[in-house]
């Protein structure tokens, strides 16, 4: 490649670069700044202090949850943010586990107007997201379509109370709200599967459940690693559905910070806290991606 050409790249990746430099690292940045900062009443003292992350691993009576001990005098950020990954891993594979079939669906049984049948997938998601959790606290509600359903043919006597305010609730939420972003990087990996291969590997002579788990599955795995991400990261750190579905028990990380920055006026601990979550997100992402490569450099091997 030339100097020029290389010049010419640059240039035109200069533009994109600095919108994302301007909002992802800034504001990025700004958190870090403010991470070492510290609350003094109503006013913020902007003098170095590591006294936010101290606060988050200070020893003490600590709490138990779920048979895990956390001992830290301040344990409830270390509770949520287990609480959350937790939350959103189920989530995850619960989007995963639902939006495969459909993209398998549409990638190898449609073969007509495609593009229709992917805009009726679309469709739910042209509505505001608040909309979509406020109709699943309607689905789920003391007198929400479900109970009334159930109630109507005689299957209970009174409204189902644990359907909605709870962890469950909040994954069904984000599931169904990450759905079409699962969906779509998924079929674009299998639509752009040879289907030669397959037809080879089926003159000579082998199963269907062979030519999916040799051909079809690792082909596949750039949309599917994709699509894990994209439902992944946004998940853990949401508190619009928590708040409004999840009520106590379903409390995730990001209402805590959500409440350290506008209700409780202490910024720099939330900053801390979500800078802490962000490296254990980053950390959880290149774990997954290591374990992807381990296993693809396994079967090369064997």
Not at 217 to 224: D, F, R
Not at 226 to 253: E, K, N, R, S
């Amino acid at each position: 490649m030339s100097a020029g050409s290389t010049r010419t790249g640059l240039s035109l990746l200069s533009p994109a670069f600095l919108v994302m430099a301007a909002t992802l690292l800034a504001p990025v940045v700004a958190l870090v700044v403010m991470s070492f900062w510290s609350q003094s009443g109503f006013d913020i003292d902007r003098s170095f202090t590591l006294k936010n992350y101290a606060q988050l691993v200070r020893p003490g009576e600590g709490v138990v949850w779920y048979g895990i001990r956390f001992p830290f005098a301040y344990p409830v950020p270390a509770v949520l943010m287990v609480k959350s990954l937790a939350m959103s891993l189920v989530a995850t594979i619960c989007v995963i586990g639902v939006a495969w079939p459909m993209a398998y669906f549409l990638a190898f049984r449609v073969t007509r107007n495609k593009a229709m049948w992917i805009i009726l997938l679309t469709i739910p998601f042209w509505t505001s997201y608040l909309l979509r959790v406020f109709s699943w606290k309607i689905v789920l509600g003391f007198n929400g379509a479900i109970n009334s359903g159930l109630m109507w043919l005689g299957v209970i006597d009174a409204p189902l109370e644990f359907l909605l305010y709870n962890p469950i609730a909040v994954m069904i939420t984000l599931a169904h709200s990450w759905i079409a972003f699962a969906v779509l990087p998924i079929y674009v990996s299998l639509e752009k599967i040879d289907r030669s291969l397959l037809e080879a590997a089926s003159d000579l002579g082998d199963s269907r459940w062979a030519r999916f788990r040799r051909i079809t599955l690792p082909l596949s795995m750039p949309g599917t690693i994709a699509a894990t991400l994209l439902v992944f990261i946004p998940t853990v750190g949401d508190y619009v559905t928590p708040t409004l579905v999840g009520g106590p028990g379903g409390t995730m990380i990001g209402s805590l910070i959500q409440q350290l920055f506008l209700r409780q006026d202490n910024a720099p601990l939330g900053a801390a806290i979500s800078i802490v979550m962000m490296l254990i997100i980053a950390a959880f992402v290149g774990l997954f991606l290591w374990l992807i490569g381990y296993g693809r450099m396994r079967r090369r091997v064997g």
